[in-house]
């Protein structure tokens, strides 16, 4: 008797747990529209950006992620500048770097400049005429633009072209991938990271190119 009054106590234990599961609330997600000044900014545009950040919110499968990124343009300078500089003229670049001019040499390729510590200074034209600038050691110059953080959505397009082996066209790869590089601090940074939004401000495209700072 104690049998059969101990198995109808797991059975009524059992259904008790089934009722309260099925009858367990449903969560929906809600979020804000997107800002109508945001999508302006950034809807159906491409950006060399910067990682600086990723923050997480909740565990596991349901974790949100979110990243932070400067978008940079590369500096550019008017051709009447550069083909007209001389001796003792002071360059200043987006990031704050400034160098007097201590000589200029002008060939097929642009425009080579020196500094007074014997720096050089690389400018060639642009498909748009203005000439844009590099080291010596061909790191380029940008200027930051803006800040923002964005969702990382788990059907992000991530494309890995990072190998230098690897020249036909980037691997195609997805959110475990970029989030597992993410975590690890990779250094995406402005000359071997573009971002794409689509038309609603949705980071949907994530690019990784090889550069010799990776």
């Known amino acids: 008797m104690k049998k059969v009054m101990a198995l109808l106590c797991s059975l009524l234990l059992i259904c008790l747990a089934v009722s309260v599961s099925a009858e367990a609330p449903v969560s929906n997600l809600y979020k804000p529209n997107t800002s109508e000044t945001f999508k302006a900014l950034v809807g ?94 061909d790191n380029p110059f940008y200027t930051e633009i803006f800040t923002i953080k964005v969702p990382l959505e788990k059907d ?8 230098p082996e690897n020249l036909d066209e980037p691997v195609k790869l997805g959110f475990d991938e970029l989030l597992g590089l993410l975590q690890e601090g990779t250094n995406f940074a402005p000359y071997n990271t573009k971002v794409t939004f689509d038309e609603n401000g949705k980071l949907v495209e994530f690019l990784y190119s090889y550069s010799p700072w990776n």
């Open 156 to 163: 992000i397009s991530f494309l890995d072209w990072s190998d």
């Open 44 to 137: 159906g545009k491409s950006f060399e950006a910067g990682i600086t950040d990723i923050t997480s919110a909740g565990e596991d499968e349901d974790a949100k992620y979110t990243i932070t990124m400067t978008v940079y343009e590369r500096d550019q300078f008017d051709p009447a500048v550069i083909e007209n500089l001389k001796e003792h003229d002071i360059l200043c670049f987006g990031d704050g770097t400034t160098f007097m001019v201590m000589n200029v040499v002008s060939d097929e390729y642009g425009v080579t400049v020196t500094d007074g510590d014997n720096n050089g200074y690389s400018f060639w034209k642009a498909e748009d005429g203005t000439y844009i600038a590099s080291t010596e050691t």
